[in-house]
C-alpha cells in the first residue's frame, strides 16, 4: 500500500533555532516528493520538489533531502522564524498511467516561539 | 485570476441542506483537484480531474458527494443532503500536468460548518 509517514506530529521550538522534519514513504514506483508549507487558514505552498536524482535542494532557510534508496526525506529549517509556523506536508507523486496520483502525509504542525 | 480562486470562503448550513463549492482554477491549468481537510487532520483526496479525461472519483466518500468540471475551467463540488461529519475546509488545488513536476496551486479553501 502507497503510504506516505512524517514525524514528527507537532514540534515546538525556540525562534533561532534549527530543526528537521522527516517523511518516510512507501510509494512505488516513485516521480517525485514535495514539500509544502501551511499557514494556518491557507491552502498550502510549494516549498522545494525532490526528483529520483536529487539528493539535496536548498531554498533559503528551507533544506531538502532526499534518500531514493531507503525512501527517505528530510526537510530541515535554519535560524526559525516566527513565521515558519506553520504545518509542513510531504507530498510525495507515484510515476505511471495515473498522472493524478498523489500521496499526502499529515504534517508536521512545527510552532515557532519567540 | 492570478491564483486559484475557491468561493464562498466560509458557509455555514443546516444538516440535510446541499451545499455547492466553486472552484476556479489558474488559467491554462488543466488538472484540478479537490480535497477535504477536517480539523488539525491531513488533505483527504476527493477527486481528480485531467482535461477531457474521465475524473478520477475514487476518493470520494459517498454518493452525495459530486464534481464537475467545465472544460478546463471552474469546477463545482456538491454535498447533498449534508450531515455534521461533512464539516471541513474543501480545497482546489490546479496544476500544469506533466510540468515543473505537477506543482499544485491551492486556493485558500472554503471552510463548511454543518450545524
Known amino acids: 500500500k502507497n503510504q506516505v509517514e512524517q514525524s514528527p506530529q507537532s514540534l515546538i521550538i525556540l525562534e533561532g533555532k534549527n530543526c528537521t522534519l522527516q517523511?518516510?514513504?512507501?510509494?512505488?514506483?516513485?516521480?517525485?516528493l514535495r514539500w509544502y508549507k501551511q499557514d494556518t487558514g491557507r491552502g498550502p505552498v510549494s516549498l522545494t520538489i525532490m526528483t529520483f536524482s536529487e539528493n539535496t535542494k536548498s531554498n533559503g532557510r528551507y533544506t531538502a533531502t532526499l534518500d531514493a534508496d531507503t525512501k527517505q526525506s528530510s526537510l530541515h529549517i535554519t535560524a526559525s522564524q516566527l513565521s515558519d509556523s506553520a504545518s509542513y506536508i510531504c507530498?510525495?507523486?507515484?510515476?505511471?498511467?495515473?498522472?493524478?496520483?498523489?500521496?499526502f502525509g499529515r504534517g508536521t504542525q512545527l510552532t515557532v516561539w519567540p | 485570476g492570478a491564483g486559484v480562486s475557491q468561493s464562498p470562503s466560509n458557509k455555514v448550513t443546516e444538516k440535510g441542506k446541499d451545499v455547492e463549492l466553486r472552484c476556479d482554477p489558474i488559467?491554462?491549468?488543466?488538472?484540478l483537484y479537490w480535497y477535504r481537510q477536517r480539523l488539525g487532520q491531513g488533505l483527504e483526496f476527493l477527486i481528480y480531474?485531467?482535461?477531457?479525461?474521465?475524473?478520477?472519483k475514487s476518493g470520494l466518500p459517498s454518493d452525495r458527494f459530486s464534481a464537475e468540471r467545465t472544460g478546463e475551467s471552474v469546477s463545482t463540488l456538491t454535498i447533498q443532503r449534508t450531515q455534521q461529519e461533512d464539516s471541513a475546509v474543501y480545497l482546489c488545488?490546479?496544476?500544469?500536468?506533466?510540468?515543473?513536476?505537477?506543482?499544485?496551486?491551492f486556493g485558500e479553501g472554503s471552510r463548511l460548518t454543518v450545524l
Open positions: 488545488a490546479s496544476s500544469l500536468a506533466g510540468t515543473r513536476g505537477g506543482e499544485l496551486f
Open positions: 507530498v510525495v507523486r507515484g510515476r505511471g498511467s495515473t498522472l493524478g496520483r498523489l500521496y
Open positions: 517523511c518516510n514513504y512507501t510509494v512505488s514506483p516513485f516521480s517525485n
Open positions: 480531474f485531467q482535461g477531457n479525461s474521465a475524473p478520477d
Open positions: 488559467s491554462g491549468h488543466t488538472a
